[in-house]
């Protein structure tokens, strides 16, 4: 029943920035991880980023200094800030929500397209 709705992205040259927002609805319990993943064509879907209920982050290594996570609980809505934006930062930002109950159910946004080019 949870639905995810990914919003913000877009073409920017090298080096501009883009905010990525991820709208959660539905039945959610207290205890999920959110985060992004991005596919690149030919390439299989990677982690970017995730944040806890509680703010705990992780982000990949290509990305750290570069983008940052950020959550509303209130709002169920998680934001990518990406800063610094290089080509390979192209292809299309997944928002993912992990439900924790008796086991751990996955839940996926459509997709948003990010394109970095001069």
């Known amino acids: 029943q949870v639905q995810l709705v990914e919003s913000g992205g877009g073409l920017v040259q090298p080096g501009g920035s883009l905010r990525l927002s991820c709208a959660a609805s539905?039945?959610?319990?207290?205890?999920?991880?959110m985060g992004w993943y991005r596919q690149a064509p030919g390439k299989q879907r990677e982690l970017v980023a995730a944040?806890?209920?509680?703010?705990?982050?992780n982000y990949a290594d290509p990305v750290k200094g570069r983008f940052t996570i950020s959550r509303d609980n209130a709002k169920n809505t998680v934001y990518l800030q990406m800063n610094s934006l290089k080509p390979e930062d192209t292809g299309v930002y997944y928002c993912?929500?992990?439900?924790?109950?008796?086991?751990?159910?996955?839940?996926w946004g459509q997709g948003t397209q990010v394109t970095v080019s001069s």
């Open positions: 539905g039945s959610i319990s207290s205890m999920v991880v």
């Open positions: 944040i806890s209920s509680t703010g705990n982050t």
């Open positions: 993912n929500l992990k439900l924790f109950s008796a086991r751990v159910d996955n839940f």
